[in-house]
C-alpha cells in the first residue's frame, strides 16, 4: 500500500516512532486544514496503511473508519484512494477470518479498480488474488482457481514469469488444487512457486517452508515417499 504525499518523510523511523509521528501530524493538520479536510483523511489513511502492514488489524480498522468519510467527501467512491482503503478493509476482515465481508470490499474495490485502472491491471489483479484467497478460505475452490488464475495471468503479463509476487498465486494454487485431490496439478503449481527464489528476510522464506511441506504431503498423497 503506497503511503500518500502529505506527510513529513519518517522512513528511518521505527514503527511506533512512525505511528506518533503520524497521530501528531494529524493532530496539527485538524488544526490548520480542519477536521474533514482532505489532507486530514489522506494522514488518517496513512496511518491506517502503517498500522495494517504490522498486523495491527483493530488499529487500522479504526483509522481507516475515521479515514473512509473524509476521503469520500473529498474525493469521491471513483478514487484510487477510495479503492485502496476499500481494499484494505477486505485485508482486515480477511486476516480475522471473516471471509464473507471481505468478499464484500474485495469485489467493490475492484469495480472501482476496473473503472479506474482497466481490467486488465495490477490493481485488478491484487483483487483477483484476494476474492480468490477467500474462496479458497471457504472451500469454494471452482472459484478459488477462476479468481486465482486471473490474478496469476496479469502478475506473469506485468511482471513476467520469476517476479516474487508470483511465489503467492502459484502456492494457493497448488492448494486449492491438493484440496481437491488433483495431486499432479497441485505438484506442478507448488514447483512452480519454488522455483521463483524468495527474497532472503522476507515472508516467503516462511512460506517457502510452508509449500516445501506441501510438496511432501501431495507426495505421500501420490504414494512417492
Same mark, same amino acid.
Do not use: W
Given at each position: 500500500?503506497?503511503?500518500s504525499?502529505n ?7 521505527s ?17 490548520q ?5 482532505l ?9 491506517g ?9 483493530? /488499529? #487500522? &480498522?479504526e483509522?481507516? !473508519? @475515521?479515514?473512509e468519510? $473524509?476521503i469520500?467527501?473529498?474525493?469521491g467512491? +471513483? %478514487?484510487? =484512494? ?15 477470518g471473516?471471509?464473507? /465481508? #471481505? &468478499?464484500m470490499?474485495? !469485489? @467493490?474495490a475492484?469495480t $472501482? ?6 481490467? +486488465? %491491471?495490477? =490493481?485488478?489483479?491484487?483483487?483477483y488474488?484476494?476474492?480468490g484467497?477467500?474462496?479458497l478460505?471457504?472451500a469454494?475452490?471452482p472459484? #478459488?482457481?477462476?479468481?486465482?488464475? @486471473? ?12 517476479d516474487?509476487?508470483?511465489f503467492?498465486?502459484y ?20 514447483? @512452480?512457486a519454488l ?5 532472503s528476510?522476507?515472508?516467503?522464506d ?8 506441501n510438496?511432501?504431503?501431495?507426495y505421500?498423497?501420490?504414494?512417492k515417499?
Amino acid at each position: 500500500t503506497k503511503m500518500s504525499d502529505n506527510l513529513s518523510p519518517v522512513s528511518s523511523l521505527s514503527n511506533l516512532q512512525k505511528i506518533e509521528a503520524l497521530a501528531k501530524q494529524i493532530s496539527l493538520l485538524i488544526e490548520q486544514k480542519g477536521v474533514d479536510s482532505l489532507e486530514v483523511g489522506l494522514s488518517y489513511k496513512d496511518l491506517g496503511d502503517l498500522f495494517l502492514e504490522t498486523d495491527q488489524f483493530k /488499529d #487500522a &480498522l479504526e483509522v481507516y !473508519k @475515521k479515514a473512509e468519510p $473524509i476521503i469520500l467527501q473529498n474525493k469521491g467512491e +471513483d %478514487s484510487a =484512494e477510495y479503492a485502496d482503503i476499500t481494499h484494505n478493509f477486505g485485508i482486515i476482515f480477511h486476516e480475522q477470518g471473516k471471509y464473507d /465481508d #471481505a &468478499l464484500m470490499f474485495f !469485489k @467493490k474495490a475492484f469495480t $472501482i479498480k476496473a473503472e479506474l485502472f482497466s481490467s +486488465d %491491471s495490477l =490493481e485488478v489483479a491484487d483483487s483477483y488474488l484476494m476474492i480468490g484467497s477467500c474462496y479458497l478460505n471457504q472451500a469454494k475452490y471452482p472459484e #478459488a482457481v477462476e479468481y486465482s488464475l @486471473k490474478a496469476l495471468h496479469l502478475r506473469e503479463l506485468f511482471l513476467g514469469e520469476f517476479d516474487p509476487s508470483l511465489f503467492v498465486c502459484y502456492n494457493n494454487l497448488g492448494f486449492i488444487y491438493s484440496n481437491q485431490a488433483k495431486y499432479e496439478i497441485s505438484l506442478d503449481y507448488f514447483q @512452480k512457486a519454488l522455483e521463483i527464489k524468495p527474497i532472503s528476510g522476507t515472508e516467503y522464506d516462511k512460506e517457502s517452508a510452508v509449500t516445501y511441506n506441501n510438496v511432501g504431503m501431495v507426495y505421500c498423497k501420490l504414494g512417492k515417499h
